[in-house]
């Protein structure tokens, strides 16, 4: 156990210390690619930024929830409120099988409706199912590698929590798309999340510290989402480069396969 906890620790520092390090690569990098189209419009396309700030709260919430699995204080809070939550004896209910994907249908159905988000149908979609990508990318294999037991004994799958990963990363997606248009309306899938998270305790299926890990890396996923679909979008559409081209993309996943896991680096010239 020992072992797995340790090598999920050196997973997270690595993939950290890889964001960072490209992120600050690119930092100052502005790509101008010229087009031709209908033989008179160049296209300027500026790289994104990974915004530090940005990180600073989901790295937060992972701490926590990994400092959770050794640290003793932070273990008897997971356990005092499993206690708390047996003493209520709440109902059990399902809802969070399905609220984890709310907010993201709520920007599907707001653009529908003719509220329009930051992105058109496409480019969202892209956005989206890389968020959801990168989310499973990071707590599928630390499940298989950490082994946290569940509270209610079901199995040892219990960090971090995937179904808080899922909500917060749409509610991260919900912001986004919104926030410079309607911020209160950016804001309204928190509380989705918010319910997802709850109930995975209140079912018996996570510890604090499993939500809490859950919510940075929804976040954190649907953050890096946003600073790859440049990216992504380059290599979709098959841009190839000409003499009016100067063009790098990278791409950065996590990968985990035959109990070994490390970071993926695909950088295009």
């Known amino acids: 156990m020992k072992k797995q906890r340790q090598k999920m620790l050196i997973y997270f520092i690595v993939l950290m210390s890889a964001i960072s390090t490209i992120s600050a690569q690119n930092n100052n990098d502005t790509i101008i690619v010229q087009e031709p189209i209908h033989d008179s419009i160049t296209t300027a396309v500026q790289k994104s930024k990974l915004n530090y700030k940005s990180l600073i709260i989901p790295a937060a919430f992972i701490g926590y929830g990994v400092a959770g699995l050794t640290v003793r ?130 079912n018996d299926k996570h510890w604090l510290g499993d939500v809490v890990a859950g919510t940075g890396f929804g976040i954190l996923s649907t953050e890096l989402a946003y600073w790859l679909y440049p990216r992504i979008d380059h290599l979709l559409r098959g841009k190839n480069k000409t003499k009016n081209t100067a063009l790098s993309s990278t791409m950065v996943m996590p990968f985990y396969q035959n109990n070994a896991v490390g970071i993926g680096l695909i950088k295009t010239f």
């Open 73 to 202: 204080g932070l273990r008897e809070i997971n356990l005092d409120t499993k206690i708390e939550i047996d003493e209520h004896k709440p109902t059990r209910i399902k809802f969070d099988d399905y609220t984890q994907y709310a907010p993201g249908l709520i920007v599907y159905g707001l653009n529908l409706a003719g509220v329009k988000g930051k992105h058109n149908l496409r480019d969202r979609t892209i956005i989206y199912a890389s968020s959801q990508l990168i989310a499973a990318a990071f707590t599928l294999p630390l499940k298989y590698m950490v082994k946290e037991e569940r509270p209610d004994r079901s199995n040892t799958m219990s960090f971090p929590s995937g179904h808080a990963a899922t909500a917060f990363s749409n509610a991260q997606f919900m912001f986004r798309e919104y926030k410079d248009t309607n911020f209160l309306l950016s804001l309204s899938g928190y509380p989705f999340a918010i319910f997802t998270g709850v109930y995975r305790m209140l």
